[in-house]
């Protein structure tokens, strides 16, 4: 069974007061940081414990504050990045929901570190509910002297403030959601100048994610060397994974990083299995922006080495045959499941969410959604998946933001990976309209590379 420093104390009773979570032995960290240590200390602790980014890109998080300017007399933010959008996606969602003190603890922590004196935490739009929340645990901190000025009579100030977005995926972009904090449209911006050295209002900024932040608190109790024990490789600590699909028990489960998928997947303990003794189609590991597995390709890579739950191995095979853990957003798929249909809904969001600043993507996404909408209705031409993959490939790397390769690369991975299946739509269309095609081949044993 793995280690549980977000969830540990998760079904506790009212361990979303702040009274509860101190009774738990909430906000040690913050006692620890401000009394005991150093900004640079705090910094160096997270470089120690090889913390990466759990939004999606999985950059080092101590590398990261490392890099933000610290120019004499100009302010620093910290700015939580709570958008969440990402389909398949709740984890951050599940976590603000039943304990949000973690993530006001880890604010405190994470913006003592880099000097900020007022932090922000964006939540998407249409998670009222977890705004309020949020909001709530930010007063009972600061009536408890954990907020405010002179906390814990260390000298530091700190205020954190909590602010709707405004419902658009692209502000979960680091820099669209800078311009919507500063009262702008959502458009990302164009780097450098990265937000280290000027983000929001201009001022040197840094911006997490809510599960890295949180997980900023265990790494300060424990020490960044404890924390760097858990995991393998460059993937170190635990994990949030949100569970979804055609599994027994879907959820939101914390794992020791280089736990086997093909555990995570059949294992009592976590997803139970596939549900209604269905077999296993396809996988996303990530959130809908991250390549589509065969099941041949989830259980091992290609090279016959067991396929883990770390950012190395889920790669494994670069997205020919691997594909991201991305921002955790586990999709299973069984047989039944269809392809082609998952890949049309998946681009009707991402040309429905594109900010329209970017012709490749603008006009790209719309193109894709239209032609997969043809093939998936029974009028699709085999020509069309060659103009689909020219498409996609126009898209990539394109763009300002990574919104237009979040929207081709399931498209390029579909594509790749089940090309009978969308063959198939095309040469069989009113079969296509009335039933899926099926498990096919996709979970045949695949020959290894030979090196």
Known sequence: MGRKLLLEHIDVPGINTFDVYRQQ???????KALKTMSPEDVVEEVKKSGLRGRGGAGFPTGMKWGFLAKPEGVARYLVCNGDESEPGTFKDRYLMTHIPHALIEGMIVSSFALGANTSYIYIRGEMMPQIRIVEKAIAEAKAAGFLGKNILGTGYDLEIYVQPGGGAYICGEETA???????KRGNPRIKPPFPAIAGLYGCPTVVNNVESIAATVPIINDGGEEYAKIGIERSTGTKLISASGNIVRPGVYEIDLGLPVEEFIYSDEYCGGIANGKKLKALVPGGSSVPILPANLV???????????????????GFATGSSMGSG?????????????????FARFYHHESCGQCSPCREG???MEKILHKIEIGRGSIEDIDLLWDVQRRIEGNTICPLGDAAAWPVAAAIRHFRD????????????????????????PIAPVVQ
């Open 177 to 183: 959601l800078l311009e919507s904090l500063e009262g």
């Open 365 to 367: 996404t719309g193109w």
């Open 421 to 444: 299946e969308f063959e198939w739509h095309i040469t069989h269309p009113k079969e296509a309209l009335s039933r899926n095609y099926g498990l096919a081949r996709y979970a045949d």
């Open 329 to 345: 957003g586990f999709i299973v798929f069984d047989e039944d499941q269809c392809i082609v249909r998952n890949t049309w809904n």
């Open 25 to 31: 032995g909430g906000y040690r960290a913050v006692e």
């Open 299 to 317: 259980s091992k890579t290609i090279n016959g080495n067991a396929r883990l739950m770390t950012y190395e191995s889920l790669a494994d095979g």
